[in-house]
């Protein structure tokens, strides 16, 4: 898999994106730390207290994954609805999953399904934008639609905390999703997005690698002999404000990312054990996992894995057969054994979702359509219980059916976690007051 491809809304990787109301997208490092300085300072927040920084990787299977071919079968319905494949132990006696992902099945014992939550937007821009802010759109959003109505989970921890280290606090690989951006948090909090594919051999991260004819020698002369010339008075100075003045706060904070052994580390693959890097599995959505990783490792607070090629309204049976299902079990597996291994599980939350679960009933074309009223949310880590199934749905997927939780609830989870009140009153440019989550509730099982 070599990244995103395109689902019912026709959008492929390439497609230009638009988060909408002021918001940005696609952002390389250098125009993050711009909009910095040319943005007027964040406001305060209140947060919640945490023994340790909580940082959060959550991938999203863009689309929509199918619950009954994950972590809800059901294999006492008829088979139109229960579909091909078989049901699998896991290492939690008692639970089940789909054959379709075994390797998740292995590590049941360290996350918790959610398989409750629901929603009723059927599209994949509502969908999007409800489960990556925790706000409903305030109008219908179609398939095709990118906009931003409320700031993402990202952008949001980005306000709160800023960089860390002087790495940026959002991360986002490949491609930002639809409803990924900072609304009227401002473009200083949109992702630091990492393209290209990093099981390539000569991988680089755009705008955190020297020219390969400038040594870092060099570039340090270099920055000295802009100190000295920028030592001369400029005509500007005299004025209140000063243009320059942020455009070389941006630049200096850009050269330092360049020049800084962490953030070099923390982007080379390169310097990872080969075995490690083979456990999580040779292409590019297992790689950007192990990236996600690293970035967290030196305190980047938020890292979204963007994997598309989720919306399977035909041949919805064969593709869970193929690589791309088998990378994502694979690589998810690999990156909670990782983090658990290295004792970082405790202070990294890992969410696995997109946007809605598929119909109960298999279509004509061996696929499943569009099905806001079921799906299952995969947790990780941050005090998340382990080997937990929270809520159910009823006995032939249609509908959650116990312990109930609208994305709100979710959203609420999320911040709670990450040390951010969720019900904090945010003010957009104009002043206008919006509560980041309204009427969310923690999901309560995943803070026993």
């Excluded at 509502?126 to 109505?149: D, I, K, R």
């Excluded at 290295?342 to 202070?347: A, F, H, I, M, V």
């Amino acid at each position: 898999m070599t990244g995103l491809t395109h689902n019912c809304a026709g959008i492929r990787r390439r497609d230009f994106l638009q988060l909408g109301l002021g918001g940005a997208l696609g952002l390389g490092f250098a125009d993050i730390l711009r909009g910095r300085a040319l943005g007027a300072p964040a406001p305060g927040s209140r947060t919640v207290a945490t023994p340790r920084p909580v940082n959060c990787i959550l991938i999203w299977l863009d689309g929509g994954p199918s619950h009954y071919e994950t972590f809800d079968p059901k294999p006492e319905a008829p088979a139109e609805i229960r579909g091909s494949f078989q049901t699998i132990p896991t290492a939690v006696p008692g639970i089940r999953f789909s054959e379709a992902v075994p390797e998740l099945a292995k590590v049941a014992d360290r996350f918790t399904v959610v398989r409750s939550i629901c929603h009723k937007d059927p599209n994949h821009g509502g969908g999007n934008h409800y489960l990556m802010t925790g706000a409903p759109t305030p109008v219908p959003v179609a398939c095709g639609a990118f906009v931003t109505f409320h700031p993402s989970f990202g952008s949001v921890v980005s306000w709160q905390r800023g960089p860390q280290a002087g790495l940026p606090p959002y991360v986002s690989l490949p491609s930002v999703t639809r409803s990924g951006g900072p609304n009227f948090l401002g473009g200083r909090h949109a992702p630091f997005v990492i393209d290209g594919s990093p099981n390539a051999a000569n991988f680089k991260v755009r705008d955190v690698v020297l020219p390969a004819d400038i040594s870092e020698g060099r570039a340090s002369r270099r920055r000295e002999l802009r100190s000295s010339l920028d030592s001369m008075q400029r005509h500007a100075d005299r004025l209140a404000e000063d243009p320059a003045v942020s455009f070389d706060q941006y630049l200096q904070q850009g050269v330092d990312l360049v020049l800084s052994s962490q953030a070099q580390a923390a982007f080379d693959l390169a310097r990872e054990d080969e075995k490690v890097r083979d456990r999580y599995g040779r292409n590019d959505f297992a790689q950007r996992l192990l990236m996600a990783r690293r970035l967290v490792e030196v305190g980047v607070s938020w890292v979204t894995v963007n994997s598309g090629g989720w919306d399977h309204h035909t041949k919805l049976f064969e593709a869970y057969k193929g690589d791309h299902v088998k990378n994502m079990d694979r690589g998810v597996a690999a990156l909670i054994q990782d983090l658990d291994e290295r004792g970082l599980l405790d202070s990294t939350l890992v969410v696995l979702l997109g946007e809605f679960g598929r119909t109960p009933k298999v279509n004509k074309d061996a696929g499943r359509d569009h099905w806001p009223n079921a799906m299952s949310v995969l947790m990780a880590g941050a005090g998340c219980p382990r080997g937990a199934i929270v809520g159910a749905t009823d006995a032939k997927g249609y509908a959650a059916s116990e312990r109930i939780y609208r994305p709100e609830d979710f959203a609420a989870s999320v911040y709670a976690k990450m040390g951010i009140d969720p019900h904090q009153i945010l003010h957009t440019n104009t002043g206008r007051p919006v509560q980041l989550v309204s009427n969310g509730r923690r999901i309560r099982e995943l803070f026993t």
